[in-house]
C-alpha cells in the first residue's frame, strides 16, 4: 500500500513524497498521511472520496468550529491504529488539530495539522 505526502524542505520549497509499507508490513505511516490530508481537504472536494474532509467553508460562514467533522474522520481512521486522538488546540483559527496515533508496533506518533 502507498500514498504520497508533500514533504516541506529547509528551504521553504515542498516535495511529493512516497510513503508506503514498513518492512514489518504495518501501514501505520501510510493512514497517518492519509489521514493529515483528510484533515485538510474541504469536504466533497475529493471526487472519489466525498465524504472525506471538513467543511472550511461553511465553518467561517457559521462560525462554529468543525469538531464534529473532526470526530467522523477518526471513526474513520481509528480501526486503523492501535489507538488514535483527535483534539482541536484551543484557541487556533483557522482550527488546529492535535492527532496522535498509537502505531500496531506500539510507537506513539504525534503530528499537529492545520485546516
Do not use: C
Not at 80 to 101: C, E, K
Request: hydrophobic share 40%; proline share 5%; no cysteine.
Amino acid at each position: 500500500m502507498r500514498t504520497y505526502g508533500r514533504l516541506t524542505n529547509a528551504d521553504g520549497s515542498k516535495t511529493w513524497v512516497e510513503v508506503s509499507t514498513d518492512a514489518n508490513g504495518f501501514n501505520d505511516n501510510v493512514y497517518l498521511t492519509t489521514l493529515a490530508q483528510v484533515l485538510k481537504l474541504n469536504l466533497g472536494e475529493s471526487p472519489f472520496y466525498a465524504t472525506y474532509g471538513i467543511p472550511a467553508y461553511q465553518t467561517v460562514v457559521t462560525q462554529v468550529y468543525p469538531d464534529y467533522y473532526a470526530m467522523l474522520t477518526q471513526e474513520e481512521f481509528a480501526p486503523h491504529f492501535a489507538a488514535l486522538t483527535i483534539t482541536r488546540v484551543q484557541g487556533s483559527n483557522p482550527p488546529v488539530y492535535n492527532v496522535s496515533a498509537v502505531t500496531h508496533a506500539g510507537a506513539l506518533l504525534t503530528t499537529q495539522v492545520a485546516t
